[in-house]
T-cell receptor, first 114, second 119 residues
Framework: ETGVTQTPRHLVMGMTNKKSLKCEQH?????MYWYKQSAKKPLELMFV???????ENNSVPSRFSPECPNSSHLFLHLHTLQPEDSALYLC?????????????FGPGTRLTVL | AQKITQTQPGMFVQEKEAVTLDCTYD???????LFWYKQPSSGEMIFLIY??????QNATEGRYSLNFQKARKSANLVISASQLGDSAMYFC????????????????FGQGTRLTINP
């Protein structure tokens, strides 16, 4: 399997549920990212992990909890979400200090919070 | 102030025609990178092309080229000989500053342009 994969692709959850989104990259990169894409809004960076260390938390509510056990895997743990958290959640990875440092994205998880 | 501006919310183009998608950016850094991504209805963001601020030539990747006008701070994407499969959202993004050792890069995205190719 190549590139960046995300599971599940679709998720419907109630506000009291706890669920997790998973991202895996097969590109040998050392940085991983979570983005949120809401309707009619630009992509919003949520979290950045570099060599498994979180280097960025863009004022994300604590009901979103990231985890990066190694440089190939990234999780986003969700609990007590709100309907306005419904969005497409995209994972990306990049290799730092390469000439372009391009981010490569996964297919996303479309989350609906009821 | 918006860092990335894409002024065309939607565009309709006839198949096989060339299309230009506009992108202007705002930065005070001398070193930065500009990216274009394509997002089909399925959701994944597909990297298309990259232009570095110090690159003297416009970037090209197959049917994609980037019309980079540094003084005007514009980085328009040109798609030649458009195809039905080019119908998608297109996002312009910018990485400011030099690549740094600590912390991965941050990308700022524009609002996107929805391109529809008509047969």
């Amino acid at each position: 399997e190549t590139g960046v994969t995300q599971t599940p692709r679709h998720l419907v959850m109630g506000m009291t549920n706890k669920k997790s989104l998973k991202c895996e990259q097969h590109l040998g990169h050392n940085a991983m990212y979570w983005y949120k894409q809401s309707a009619k809004k630009p992509l919003e960076l949520m979290f950045v992990y570099n060599f498994k260390e979180q280097t960025e938390n863009n004022s994300v509510p604590s009901r979103f909890s990231p985890e990066c056990p190694n440089s190939s895997h990234l999780f986003l743990h969700l609990h007590t979400l709100q309907p306005e958290d419904s969005a497409l959640y995209l994972c990306a990875s990049s290799q730092e200090n390469q000439p372009t440092d391009t981010q490569y994205f996964g297919p996303g998880t479309r989350l609906t919070v009821l | 102030a918006q860092k990335i501006t894409q002024t065309q919310p939607g565009m309709f183009v006839q198949e096989k025609e060339a299309v230009t998608l506009d992108c202007t950016y705002d930065t005070s850094d001398q070193s930065y990178g500009l990216f274009w991504y394509k997002q089909p209805s399925s959701g994944e963001m597909i990297f298309l092309i990259y232009q570095g601020s110090y690159d003297e030539q416009n970037a090209t990747e197959g049917r994609y080229s980037l019309n980079f006008q540094k003084a005007r701070k514009s980085a328009n994407l040109v798609i030649s000989a458009s195809q039905l499969g080019d119908s998608a959202m297109y996002f312009c993004a910018m990485r400011e500053g030099r690549l740094i050792i600590q912390g991965a890069q941050k990308l700022v995205f524009g609002q996107g342009t929805r391109l529809t190719i008509n047969p």
